[in-house]
């Protein structure tokens, strides 16, 4: 009696020491398995990360490089000159002008965007039959070739093209719209309108269709009108959707280039050079690739402050965020 007595604290021992053992073995696999999911979500996140880091990263700091140096590809030739780009810049007779018609179409754009989208989107949010043709029919041409497009709206938009033989057909005779400033602006705004309204119309679609219909039945009960319901209701719970719009309108609006290479060249004179289009011509038609980097960091400038102001302003635009 008293021997098993005596070999019952090594039993007890070793018992606990292979209890001990399996708790350690299962944290080490709870660990294996945590650095597994953390190795996996790695290889994940791993092309955004790069594609961040070749195409967005280092790019700024290439530009802010180029930014002190001129470089001309035709002479071979690549200095420092420190701080000669921005002076440049403050000097050149065209930047003004150039960052007048920048506004001029962002604003317009923006405007004629987001209006005819939220126009359309109420239009089409009902339940008829054929409603889809009509959806599909005013998306499309966000899906159409950008160049395609904007070369079938310069044939339309000459001075002997479609619309003015259209107008002429009731005794109007159009303006040469692509050759005449005022004309020319508008002309190259409206084409962009009508290109990307499909997808503004299709978020506005969808934001419209996430509205609840026992707060809009309420209203109604309540005595309010369709137009008292649609800005004191509709508008107030599809703010999201319009904050967001707006960035991505304003910041496109921003970086047009085709239309305007396809439609004006910049012209009449620069009433159509936008800035990245005469980023363009600064950096690879005369071969100024240090101001190029100066007026493209400008543009990064101007989309920083404008994304930072709107997201600021979200307190007032967005509801949930009173």
């Not at 070999?7 to 294996?32: D, F, K, N, Q, W």
């Not at 004629?112 to 005013?138: D, H, M, Q, S, Y």
């Not at 990245?276 to 989309?303: C, D, K, M, N």
């Given at each position: ?13 070793s018992g606990a020491r292979r209890a001990g053992g399996g ?6 696999r709870r660990r294996r398995l945590s650095q597994g999911d ?28 180029y930014n002190f140096h001129e470089w001309n590809v035709l ?248």
């Amino acid at each position: 009696m008293s021997g098993v007595l005596d070999e019952a604290p090594v039993i007890l021992a070793s018992g606990a020491r292979r209890a001990g053992g399996g708790h350690g073995g299962t944290r080490r696999r709870r660990r294996r398995l945590s650095q597994g999911d953390a190795l996996i979500g790695y290889v994940f996140v791993a092309p955004q990360v790069l594609g961040i880091l070749l195409f967005v990263i280092l790019p700024l700091v290439l530009i802010v490089y180029y930014n002190f140096h001129e470089w001309n590809v035709l002479a071979n030739s690549f200095r420092f000159v420190g701080t000669e780009n921005v002076e440049r810049l403050f000097s050149d007779p065209k930047v003004g002008p150039v960052l007048g018609a920048t506004a001029i179409f962002s604003v317009g754009l923006v405007i004629g965007n987001l209006g005819l989208a939220l126009l359309l989107a109420v239009l089409l949010n009902r339940k008829v039959r054929g409603i889809t043709f009509f959806r599909t029919l005013f998306f499309s041409p966000v899906v159409v070739s950008l160049v395609a497009w904007t070369i079938v709206w310069g044939f339309l938009l000459q001075d002997d093209g479609g619309i003015n033989g259209l107008l002429a057909t009731i005794g109007i005779d159009g303006p040469n719209w692509l050759r005449e400033g005022p004309t020319a602006m508008i002309s190259v705004v409206v084409v962009q309108v009508f290109k990307n309204v499909g997808l503004n119309m299709i978020l506005f679609l969808s934001a419209l269709q996430g509205v609840p219909r026992e707060v809009v039945e309420a209203a109604s009960i309540d005595g309010a009108g369709r137009g008292a319901t649609f800005g004191r209701i509709t508008l107030p719970l599809i703010s999201p959707t319009i904050l967001l719009t707006t960035i991505i309108t304003i910041v496109g609006s921003l970086q047009v280039f085709a239309q305007i290479a396809v439609l004006t060249q910049g012209g009449p004179g620069i009433s159509t050079t936008v800035l990245v289009y005469y980023l363009f011509q600064q950096a690879f038609e005369f071969h100024r690739f240090g101001y190029g980097s100066t007026l493209a960091l400008v543009l990064f400038v101007i989309v920083l402050l404008l994304t930072i102001v709107q997201w600021q302003l979200r307190k007032r635009w967005v509801f949930y965020e009173n």
